[in-house]
């Protein structure tokens, strides 16, 4: 008898701890769908303040594609949706790329960290253009290059796209300045870039469709 009670102790233990586990679960999936919420409230925020100027796509990144040579995204939008190379990518927080190779239902997006990801840039006070591209490294990833010396480039100034190129509207964030540093031949200088966007930690991304009204 004493040892069918232990067995209906065990079992109903057993069937406790499930429970638990059951309501962890649960908790976690709420928590997940909270923050989701919050980024995605962000996000359409973001859209709706340039709906104006852009026609944009919703896109959830599903993969991650970093390696040593190339730094890209892969995105559960493609063709039959209306995305198409070369398209630029962008969050609320800042520039993102721009399409690579589209697929029927998916894309790549090759980062602005890739060797192939430079751009025209501008400081946004100065109005300053500059190329914008990786520096390779994951410290301080980009870099303005490019740059008289004469230049007026200071720590902390915020450096935006210049629309130069064709595929990034003026204007959207890329990141800040944090160390302005002399090229060897003396005629020039380059500053080191913190991008604004956290690469790793990119869920949802928006992709510009196409420009409204002329821009």
Request: no cysteine.
């Amino acid at each position: 008898d004493r040892v069918a009670n232990y067995r209906q102790l065990q079992l109903e233990n057993e069937a406790l701890k499930q429970q638990l586990a059951e309501m962890e679960r649960q908790v976690q999936l709420a928590e997940e769908y909270r923050l989701e919420n919050i980024r995605l409230r962000a996000l359409l925020h973001f859209e709706e303040n340039l709906a104006d100027h852009f026609e944009m796509l919703p896109a959830r990144v599903v993969a991650r594609n970093p390696s040593n040579w190339r730094q890209t995204l892969t995105i559960d939008r493609g063709r039959r949706h209306g995305v198409r190379e070369g398209q630029a990518v962008i969050t609320p927080r800042g520039v993102v790329g721009r399409i690579g190779t589209v697929g029927e239902r998916s894309a790549e997006v090759v980062l602005i960290l890739d060797h192939e990801g430079a751009l025209g840039g501008m400081i946004q006070s100065t109005r300053f253009p500059g190329i914008v591209e990786s520096t390779g490294q994951k410290d301080i990833p980009l870099q303005m290059v490019q740059l008289p010396h004469d230049s007026p480039v200071k720590e902390n100034q915020t450096v935006v796209t210049s629309g130069l190129g064709g595929i990034f509207p003026k204007g959207l964030r890329i990141g800040y300045v944090v160390q302005v540093v002399d090229e060897p031949n003396g005629l020039m200088k380059k500053a080191l870039i913190m991008p604004f966007v956290d690469f790793d930690r990119i869920e949802e991304v928006l992709v510009i469709l196409s420009a409204r009204g002329g821009e």
